[in-house]
Every structure is written in structure tokens, then in C-alpha cells.
């Protein structure tokens, strides 16, 4: 009968791991020189905090970011008009998932704001005229239309994380350096896709 060498556990026949150590069997009662030493016992707060919980946690402010980016992207809520041009909030959930939950999570919070927003600027325009520069449905859009409605939003999200990483690192142990390196983030986040949305108008409608 297979055997966990960590827990002890006996298991029934045709069974690989342990569900409980993830570890693989033996085909024998192990041994005390075969048995693994088990896990550390956490300790203080972490023994709440199970994988379990973890991914419970992470999976709700997921979908609490998906849903605040639906909200600022589909309501009048997140649009601010200037002029011919309108400003969003749209990337502050991108923004905060890149800066609590890493790179892959604001690159793809980012990913889904373009989407949101690809989808407002063809069906529902906030501003007929300059529709053209986020959907290549609207005339004289094209390739590059999508290209300005994904890729800034998805570097907003990157940059917003590998900046707040990196400042972390060079600030570490400094008095105050908290609140700047979120700002800081924040901004320099914001401004990733401010720049390169006004640049890929200029560059690829300039004429237009």
C-alpha cells in the first residue's frame, strides 16, 4: 500500500501524491530515515492565512477591480470631458492591481481595460469624432486604433508595478518612503498611458 513519507499517511493503490503534502508515495510503510521532516507550524497571522484563504482573497479583489473598471469604463462615471478629448479614470484599477498584485495581474487588468474601452469607443462613442482613434471602425481608423486602445493600458499596468517594486527596493528602511513610493507609482502609471496614447495619435493620425 502506498505510504506518505511526510505525514504517514497510507493510501489505497493507484494513488501518486499525497493530497495533503503533495508529495509522492512510497510502496512501503516508510521508514524513520525515509520519513521527510514535516512543514514549520506558522506562526502569528499566518496561521490564518491558509493557500485556501489566499486564493479566495485574491480571486475577490480580482473581481472587485474587474467590476470598478466596468463601472468607470461603461458609465458616466469615469469619463471626463476636455475639450474634443475625454479623460478616464479607468486606470486606477489598473493601476492598484499592478501595484498590489504584481506585473501578470496589471498587465491583464490593463488588457481589460482596452478591451472595455475598445467596446465603449465602437458602440457607444462618448465623442463620435475621435472614436476613430480607439477602434478601427470609425473612420480613418485602422490597425494602429487598436494598438493605442490596448498596449498603453497594458504597459500602464507593468510599469505601475515594476516602478513600485523597484522604488520599494532603493527606499527600503526610509522614514516616509511609503506614501511616496505609492504615489509615485501612481502617477508615473498614469502618465505611461496619458504619453503613449498622445504619442500613437501623433505618430500614426498626425496627418489625419
Same mark, same amino acid.
Given at each position: ?59 475577490? &479583489?480580482? #473581481?472587485? $477591480?474587474?467590476? *470598478?473598471?466596468? /463601472? !468607470?469604463?461603461?458609465?458616466? +462615471? =469615469? ?5 474634443? &478629448?475625454? #479623460?478616464? $479614470?479607468?486606470? *486606477?484599477?489598473? /493601476? !492598484?492591481?499592478?501595484?498590489? +498584485? =504584481? ?15 475598445? /467596446? !465603449? ?88
Amino acid at each position: 500500500m502506498p505510504w506518505c513519507p511526510k505525514c504517514g499517511a497510507e493510501y489505497v493503490e493507484n494513488v501518486r501524491k499525497c493530497k495533503d503534502c503533495g508529495v509522492g508515495l512510497l510502496d512501503h510503510k516508510p521508514t524513520p530515515d525515509e520519513m521527510l521532516p514535516p512543514d514549520p507550524k506558522p506562526t502569528g497571522w499566518r496561521r490564518f492565512v491558509t493557500r485556501e484563504r489566499f486564493l479566495r482573497v485574491l480571486k475577490t &479583489l480580482i #473581481a472587485i $477591480l474587474l467590476a *470598478l473598471e466596468a /463601472i !468607470v469604463c461603461f458609465t458616466p +462615471l =469615469g469619463s471626463i470631458p476636455i475639450g474634443p &478629448l475625454v #479623460a478616464t $479614470l479607468a486606470m *486606477l484599477p489598473v /493601476i !492598484v492591481a499592478g501595484i498590489l +498584485l =504584481g506585473t501578470g495581474a496589471g498587465a491583464a487588468m490593463g488588457f481589460a481595460a482596452g478591451l472595455f474601452s475598445f /467596446i !465603449v469607443w465602437t458602440f457607444m462613442p462618448p465623442n463620435p469624432v475621435t472614436a476613430f482613434v480607439f477602434t478601427p471602425t470609425a473612420a480613418p481608423g485602422n490597425f494602429w486604433s487598436l494598438v493605442i486602445c490596448f498596449v498603453p493600458r497594458i504597459l500602464t499596468g507593468v510599469v505601475a508595478s515594476l516602478m513600485f517594486k523597484l522604488l520599494s527596493r532603493l527606499l527600503d528602511g526610509k522614514k516616509g518612503a511609503t506614501g511616496v513610493i505609492y504615489a509615485v507609482s501612481g502617477v508615473l502609471g498614469s502618465l505611461t498611458n496619458t504619453l503613449l496614447v498622445m504619442g500613437g495619435i501623433y505618430v500614426f493620425f498626425g496627418k489625419s
